[in-house]
């Protein structure tokens, strides 16, 4: 059964991990709270530092809040889309052809079949992001394999909903949001080498975050501006 501390209208589950110190973390979409403990600290324990930390969670859920996000995308004509970090504009071609999208300088031209509905070009643009970050990722991972001394057996991108990225430390597999393709490329960086990073070490503890700071000394900046970019419109599920 799990452990649950309860502070007002704050609930956070406590996971019982092999760390030294009690970690908390505030997850958006919502401000979800998590506390990871070490297996023998007391729940009484883990609960006053909670009650410590009380007013920097409020002030990360207070952040997710007021965080910007994006307007439904329509996928229609002169509409904005993000690629890399950069504003481009849509254009729509209807024309008896297999789907396709062209770039040109700041805008992108998706062409599809007449009739085709918002879900069609919504799923176009979608595997098409998927293609852009087939491009780049690979030569990521091999940069960074000879860096952190390890090796990836497999990676996947698809649409996440509450995370940018996971790690399977077992099948050495790493997973990442299709969303990061809106991202600036240095982003996208950060989040492979932090699910790279947990192949060496699997849980976020002190060594993680050592060998993060040794490779990634920007990690810190890097997850701030991740996290304060707008959202996608979707419904994020916790």
Known sequence: MS???????ISMVVTRKAVKHVHLSVYPPNGRVTLVAPVATPLDVARAYAISRLGWIREQQLKLRNQAREAPRKFVERESHYLWGRRHLLTIVYRETKPFISLDHRRITLTVRPGSDAQKRSDVIHDWHKTLLHEVVPSL??????????????????????????????????????????????????????????????????????????????????????????????????
Request: glycine share 4%; proline share 4%; aromatic share 8%.
């Open 141 to 238: 991972i091999k940069k960074w394999e000879s860096r952190l001394n390890v090796r990836v057996a497999g990676y996947f991108v698809q649409r996440m909903k509450t995370k940018w990225g996971s790690c399977n430390h077992k099948a050495r597999h790493i997973r990442l949001n299709t969303q990061l393709v809106t991202k600036p490329k240095d982003l996208l960086e950060y989040v492979i080498v932090h699910e790279m990073v947990h192949l060496i070490e699997p849980t976020h503890s002190e060594r993680f975050l050592t060998i993060l700071g040794e490779h990634f000394p920007t990690w810190r900046e890097a997850r701030a501006e991740l996290n304060e970019l707008p959202l996608a419109a979707e419904a994020w599920k916790e």
């Open 3 to 9: 452990e649950v501390i309860q502070l007002g209208e």
